[in-house]
């Protein structure tokens, strides 16, 4: 397996250089990222539980697919390349926020991160690469509501931090 590299930024998302994604994490560098939050017709949002094998936050339920644009990608780009990669789908998506978060993980990791997000719209199914994904479901927002109130530490952190910020005008195609 290469190594993968993440775009290292400054607080304004001023790219400062590059490096090695593990490490970036290890160091708890600042570094460009993208989560994508697909919802359908009826308005419910595809979640999935992150794989058993991935490096950190492994089988906590999560947004559509989340990863980080390479050196030169856009971040739009990135998103599209990843809902393709990760869940097997193709959708519209469209900017909704950006924010920067730190939280310390499992593993002696942490993510510090300007996280770029995207929505977009489809009543596609997904074909998710197992390698990432454990499971898979469309949840309304009721239920999911019930569920990070009751239980927090099912979810990502990011997750966590996002959701809140979603309302209908960020989720648009």
């Not at 980080?68 to 998103?79: I, S, T, V």
């Not at 599209?80 to 593993?107: I, S, W």
């Not at 510090?112 to 197992?130: K, M, Q, R, Y």
């Amino acid at each position: 397996m290469q190594n993968e590299y993440v775009v290292l930024v400054d607080e304004k998302n001023n790219e400062t250089g590059v490096m090695e994604k593990m490490e970036a994490h290890r160091s708890g560098k600042l570094h460009r990222a993208i989560s994508v939050f697909i919802y359908n017709s009826k308005g419910e949002l595809l979640m999935h539980k992150r794989a058993a094998g991935k490096y950190h936050s492994a089988g906590l339920w999560t947004n559509t697919c989340c990863s980080h644009p390479r050196p030169g990608e856009d971040a739009r780009e990135a998103a599209m390349r990843r809902l393709q990669e990760e869940m097997g789908m193709k959708c519209e998506l469209v900017h909704a926020f950006d924010f920067t978060y730190k939280a310390e993980l499992e593993n002696g990791l942490t993510e510090h991160e300007f996280d770029h997000v995207f929505t977009g719209i489809s009543d596609a199914l997904p074909a998710p690469n197992p390698d990432e994904v454990e499971s898979w479901e469309y949840i309304c927002d009721e239920d999911l509501a019930l569920e990070l109130r009751d239980n927090p530490q099912l979810f990502t952190v990011w997750f966590r931090m996002i959701y809140p910020n979603l309302t209908p005008q960020t989720i648009v195609a």
